[in-house]
């Protein structure tokens, strides 16, 4: 492989804003969809392909479909930025982005990845061109590399009946603000704002990103210790989180972390008189399983946790706390929900799931087809 910009290359990163941002205060702005999949670093160099994922690492054995279609699809040399993604359909016919559908094709087994890529195929949306034919464009700004990767894709925009494909923009900060709450119903991430004279700066938070936050009131039900947890100074490492289900009891709906080491050692004090016996906890019949468990309850192993300890202290489910969280991924906090503040004022048996905001359905092929 001999192209302009060789790997290994750290994508543009983002950083984080409150709203929708005025293109006019960053010398204009291109919104776009944020997606909700694996960053992914495409190099084609005629039939040699690499894929790579934003810490560079190599993901091109996971996607054999992608690397075929990549070759079929895209210019004969280029590198892009893109995102792989899985969408399948739901109970009513509409596709909706399915990360932890996508994250089971990282798997040391060829035999799994072939059947999984036939199964259920991933995509790729490509939303910036690096480089083209013999051209760097990294030095370029994104107005000029957006429209060159236009040229370069115009055969793919629209349509819904190819594996790569390019994403939609838009300058209308109006119409980015519809995206982002309409969008969301397909499992889309938010939105992202680019500088229009901006070069591509790797591992620079150049971008501006606007993600869903929410509230909820969760029940503690549990802690992990710190790694650098020790008998001399215990560390709490991370919040075990649950929410009640009138079928089912309470539920492990994530975990709440990013303490300071201060902070850690006066949660651990702190919580000591809540420590009760896994036999008197609602999670005990759990620690019972010995297989992997697909909710990914606490204590459990999975194919991302193999040589973990995932054990857990358990603690009487008698306190809330508030958290942030962006979005869901079926029953649980899609990331690590944000510590807020306590709520002595709530009963536990009172948080449930239908205090979560019902994101409305939205079809992801009227996005890629817009």
Not at 161 to 188: Q, S, Y
Not at 267 to 280: H, N, T
Request: charged share 30%.
């Amino acid at each position: 492989m001999d192209l302009p910009v060789m790997p290994p290359v750290q994508p543009m990163l983002a950083k984080a804003v409150s709203g929708v941002p005025d293109p006019a205060k960053h010398g204009g702005l291109l919104f776009e969809p944020k997606w909700d999949g694996f960053r992914c670093l495409v190099f084609r160099d005629g039939d040699e392909v690499e894929l790579a994922s934003r810490n560079t690492k190599p993901l091109t054995r996971y996607f054999p479909e992608v690397v075929d279609a990549v070759r079929a699809e895209l210019p004969e040399r280029c590198v892009l930025d893109a995102e792989l993604f899985v969408a399948l359909p739901q109970d009513d016919g509409r596709g909706k982005l399915e990360f932890e559908v996508l994250q089971e094709r990282i798997h040391p087994a060829a035999s799994r990845i072939t059947r999984l890529a036939a199964e259920t195929p991933a995509q790729l949306v490509a939303f910036d061109l690096l480089a083209l034919g013999d051209e760097d464009l990294t030095a370029r700004p994104f107005s000029e590399r957006r429209a060159a990767l236009e040229q370069a894709l115009a055969h793919l925009a629209g349509r819904t009946d190819t594996t790569c494909h390019l994403t939609r923009v838009t300058d209308d900060p109006a119409e980015a603000a519809e995206w982002f709450r309409r969008f969301e119903g397909a499992g889309l991430d938010g939105v992202v704002a680019k500088p229009l004279g901006a070069a591509y700066e790797p591992n620079k938070r150049t971008m501006l990103k606007i993600k869903h936050e929410r509230t909820a009131d969760v029940v503690l039900a549990g802690y992990r210790e710190h790694k650098t947890s020790t008998p001399e100074r215990p560390l709490i490492g991370s919040l075990l989180l649950g929410l009640h289900d009138a079928e089912h009891g309470l539920q492990h709906v994530g975990v709440s972390a990013s303490f300071t080491a201060a902070r850690r050692a006066e949660l651990f004090d702190e919580l000591q008189p809540l420590v009760c016996e896994i036999g008197e906890h609602p999670w005990g019949a759990w620690q019972e399983w010995a297989i992997a468990n697909p909710d990914r309850v606490p204590g459990t192993q999975s194919r991302w946790s193999q040589g973990k300890d995932l054990s857990f202290t358990p603690l009487r489910p008698e306190r809330v706390l508030e958290v942030k969280y962006d979005n869901m991924e079926g029953r649980r906090f899609r990331h690590t929900a944000h510590f807020k503040r306590w709520r002595p004022d709530r009963d536990p048996a009172s948080c449930g799931y239908d205090q979560l905001e019902q994101v409305v359905g939205y079809d992801l092929a009227a996005i890629l087809g817009g």
